[in-house]
């Protein structure tokens, strides 16, 4: 299965007014700009992209109840309940940008919503945990072509620092520094830090055949990239491309090289590489503060659907009988 390299270009993005385009052009520039800027780009990609498929339907805004009720009704034939709250979210912003009473507060749309949610469930598909031993099997058939090389790096930085997809494809290489005893990774900004506080997240040198250190400083010697975005695109031909990858391009990796090592891709993707390096690290006996430290979670309860497989395993009272 082979997938083509995709790069964060949004100009071919459908043509649909985005939150701030939305807002009164009586507001001053200096207002606008700010109320723009309270927007992370994704998430206003995000609205842009479901204002979008609403309204390829063939429905408008402003909506009527009745109008978004039967697209929530469509929408439950296709997809899941997940993807429709979102793009109800979505909905409901763009009325309230443009001072339009909102359809998705009125009882039928709620009604039609609850009705969906027990019909479907609300039990959400999870990528399958890319676990310690499992990584280093698809490793291990990696080769020594640029693109392999390169692959080698996004794999192991993104399941050592436990990265979202987002995290990994802004790093630059001003955001890493190397010590004696490993690296220091900077996240400038991440889904649960907008403001940009940022968070530094330790890696240490590699005991097995695998070190991320090792495999980061390789890719970036091969490509000659000494400062600016750590992970480029590449075009067929193994040339590198300017543009840094984007997140998908990062899920496209790791189903490239899972199917290439005789996993299943459809049940992989960029988020397996974090969840993978929670669970293995549970399962190795860290401490979840410890794992927390990694992953950035500011709670338990955030890290709990990460370690519920291992919870179950634990002690099991099946163990004491069977």
Known sequence: MMFAE???????????????????AALPDDVQRLVTASLADASKRAY?????????????????????AAYLAEGAQTYVVATLQRRLASISKAHRAISADDP?????????????????????RQAQALLRDDLFAILDRLGDRKKDVRDRAV????????????????????????TGQGALVTIKRSKTDQEGAGREIAMPYGRTRHCPIAALKRWLKVAGIETGAIFLGMDKHGHTLP???????????????????????AIFSAHSLRSGFATSAAMAGATSYKIRQVTGHRSEAGLAPYLRTVDLFEDSAAARLI
Not at 15 to 24: E, I, K, T
Not at 51 to 57: I, K, P, Q, S, Y
Not at 110 to 119: D, E, I
Request: with cysteine; net charge neutral; charged share 25%.
């Open 104 to 124: 998705t507060k009125s009882e039928l749309v709620r009604a039609t919503l609850r009705g969906v949610r027990r019909t479907l469930g609300v039990k959400q």
């Open 48 to 68: 842009r992209l479901d204002v979008a498929h609403f309204e390829a339907t063939g429905r408008q805004l402003p909506a009527t109840p009745e109008t978004v």
């Open 243 to 265: 543009e840094r990858i984007s997140g998908e391009a990062v899920s496209d990796v790791v189903k490239l090289r899972v199917g290439a090592a005789g996993y299943d891709p």
């Open 155 to 178: 794999l192991l930085l993104g399941w050592a620092c436990a990265l979202r997809r987002s995290e990994l494809v802004a790093l630059d290489v001003e955001d890493i520094v190397f």
């Open 6 to 24: 995709r790069h964060t270009d949004t100009e071919n993005l459908p043509c649909v007014p985005a939150s701030h385009d939305m807002l009164p």
